[in-house]
């Protein structure tokens, strides 16, 4: 399967400065490309435009070793809108130019990068720790737009959009105020999001990282353990946290911590899989939650103001998809501590995704594999259509992986993947998308090229 993506070609490197070591990502060039799986498994990207033709980029979020080419997939549909909504990549690509600067860090555990810095990349390293403008969040920051701009891409799940900005704006202003410590621990809320798989819970989290005046960063559980056990501790998260807020410990205290995978620290009993280290980050996290000092690189981090949030799928908790009556017996019984669970003051069931919710997310939400393909289309100068039935089918397999929105995506891929060659070798002309019949077995029907 191969589609074309369009995006910043990037160099990975490590650089050691001051006896600590970074991970830099230098800006190569705003490129178009084939992103596509090996038949070794690896899904690389090969560079088709620029003054890097034929260089195959390795996927961001893939580890990778030094000095080695990585891309970025760019959402273009705000870049086309920005140019009168005309599609024309060498007027995106001479913004995009115009733009940047020359390096990148990391914002989280591969899910995205912190904004370019303009500076030189050792007067960066070199800069001091800037005190903290209490008043900088809500200078930048309007809960009402985020509200709007978020939900345009998460369809279905207004009120948990809702509950979560409110909860993490009522955070930041409990813990920017005067009052005492022991009055903001009691306001002071963590979050625990949790409902089936494809529901939007990390992509919410991962939309509002991109809206936030304030550092986030999203971790995964399952890359976690107790200290004397292979594996990430708590303390290279609040790490991480730092480097999203450019060192500024006293800004990274007041940030968001975000634990995806959750329920992956389950302790269940009978589970021969389970790892010996479970219910031990599980207590570390307790101490996380609890407002404590944390020690690393000579660094110390006070937790009680820092606002951890939670999101699991925690399949099988319950017989259906319906999770708002789920209690904490409930998460007891799946194998989370009943001292963790009480630590999340705030909990947010989403709402089960049905046959209905997966089509309004095709026809309406920004992140609709129809609406990213509509400009991808438009920019070779195809023309393209699909009818309410092929939108009814792609829902129905989408449904049928039991992935929710996830899938989507790879849906519509698998749907369209056999045309698009030919498409890109100028055959055609049009196409449209249909459900499958007996006389066409094919979800396109196309029209070729007039010579």
């Known amino acids: 399967m191969a589609y074309l993506c369009i995006g910043y070609l990037l160099k990975k490197k490590h650089i050691t400065y001051e006896k600590r070591k970074y991970e830099i990502f230098e800006f190569i060039d705003y490129v178009a490309g084939i992103n596509f799986t090996n038949t070794e498994h690896k899904e690389l990207c090969n560079i088709l435009s620029g003054t890097n033709v034929g260089i195959y980029a390795d996927a961001l979020n893939e580890k990778a070793d030094e000095d080695e080419y990585v891309f970025l997939e760019n959402d273009l549909i705000k870049d086309i809108e920005s140019i009168d909504n005309h599609v024309n990549f060498t007027k995106i690509r001479e913004k995009k130019l115009a733009e940047t600067a020359q390096y990148y860090l990391r914002n989280d555990t591969g899910n995205g990068l912190i904004k370019l810095k303009n500076e030189g990349l050792i007067s960066y390293l070199q800069k001091s720790e800037k005190d903290f403008d209490e008043d900088e969040f809500e200078k930048n920051t309007d809960i009402s737009t985020m509200y709007s701009s978020i939900k345009k891409t998460i369809i279905s799940q207004d009120e948990q959009i809702m509950q979560i900005l409110t909860a993490l704006f009522k955070n930041q202003k409990v813990i920017n105020s005067d009052l005492n410590m022991d009055l903001i621990a009691k306001l002071k809320e963590n979050i625990l999001i949790y409902g089936s798989t494809g529901t939007g819970k990390t992509e919410i989290l991962k939309r509002?990282?991109?809206?936030?005046?304030?550092?986030?960063?999203?971790?995964?559980?399952?890359?976690?353990?107790?200290?004397?056990?292979?594996?990430?501790?708590?303390?290279?998260?609040?790490?991480?946290?730092?480097?999203?807020?450019?060192?500024?410990?006293?800004?990274?205290?007041?940030?968001?911590?975000?634990?995806?995978?959750?329920?992956?620290?389950?302790?269940?009993?009978?589970?021969?899989?389970?790892?010996?280290?479970?219910?031990?980050?599980?207590?570390?996290?307790?101490?996380?939650?609890?407002?404590?000092?944390?020690?690393?690189?000579?660094?110390?981090?006070?937790?009680?103001?820092?606002?951890?949030?939670g999101l699991g799928a925690f399949t099988g908790i319950t017989d259906g998809d319906d999770y708002k009556h789920i209690t904490t017996d409930d998460f007891m019984k799946y194998g989370i501590m009943r001292e963790l669970i009480g630590r999340f003051s705030k909990t947010i069931p989403m709402n089960p995704l049905k046959k209905d919710d997966i089509i309004k997310i095709l026809k309406e939400s920004d992140f609709s594999p129809i609406n990213t393909y509509q400009k991808l289309f438009e920019m070779l100068e195809v023309k393209f259509e699909f009818t309410d039935d092929f939108i009814e089918y792609i829902a129905e397999l989408a449904i049928a992986k039991h992935s929710g929105a996830r899938s989507l995506k790879t849906v519509f891929d698998d749907c369209i993947s056999s045309a698009l060659f030919r498409i890109f070798a100028g055959e055609y002309s049009s196409i449209s998308l249909v459900r499958p019949d007996i006389e066409n077995n094919k979800p396109y029907i196309l029209t070729k090229t007039k010579k």
Do not use: W
């Open 208 to 309: 509002i990282s991109k809206l936030y005046k304030i550092p986030i960063v999203i971790e995964d559980a399952t890359s976690l353990s107790e200290t004397g056990y292979v594996g990430r501790k708590i303390t290279d998260m609040l790490e991480d946290l730092c480097l999203a807020a450019d060192n500024d410990i006293k800004l990274a205290e007041k940030g968001i911590l975000v634990i995806d995978e959750f329920d992956k620290l389950a302790e269940k009993s009978g589970d021969n899989q389970s790892h010996v280290s479970r219910i031990g980050v599980q207590r570390s996290l307790l101490k996380l939650l609890d407002g404590t000092l944390f020690y690393f690189d000579n660094k110390k981090f006070d937790t009680s103001k820092l606002t951890v949030v």
